[in-house]
Nanobody
Framework: QVQVAESGGGTVQTGGSLRLSCAVVGDDFRINSGGWYRQGPGSQREWIASITSGGATAYTDSVKGRFTISRDAAKNTLSLQMNNLKPQDTDVYFC??????????????WGEGTPVTVSS
């Protein structure tokens, strides 16, 4: 059974920083690639960042230059460093981890979500 544990959310003031982490354990699930998403009340889940197995990264325009996604193969984690936070970054953040195995379709798992609140 695969378990996903997110951590690092909280409340900060405008301009502050937070680092979100997502650890995946179980079923020998090795993270090859993944991403971070966020969702507000009554809104659809929005993609904000992703990282490929080769380390290439991509970001939605609203977080470019402020957020950095990374993957730690040894710890089997995904992280999102968030700097210069703004009130509009307030949301629940979800990680999505993907593993790829030869001869099998990609498998992904989601974190349970961690809330981030940025006060003005």
């Amino acid at each position: 059974q695969v378990q996903v544990a997110e951590s690092g959310g909280g409340t900060v003031q405008t301009g502050g920083s937070l680092r979100l982490s997502c650890a995946v354990v179980g079923d020998d699930f090795r993270i090859n690639s993944g991403g971070w998403y966020r969702q507000g009340p009554g809104s659809q889940r929005e993609w904000i960042a992703s990282i490929t197995s080769g380390g290439a990264t991509a970001y939605t325009d609203s977080v470019k230059g402020r957020f950095t996604i990374s993957r730690d193969a040894a710890k089997n984690t995904l992280s999102l460093q968030m700097n210069n936070l703004k009130p509009q970054d307030t949301d629940v953040y979800f990680c999505n981890a993907i593993r790829i195995r030869l001869g099998r379709p990609p498998q992904d798992v989601w974190g349970e979500g961690t809330p981030v609140t940025v006060s003005s």
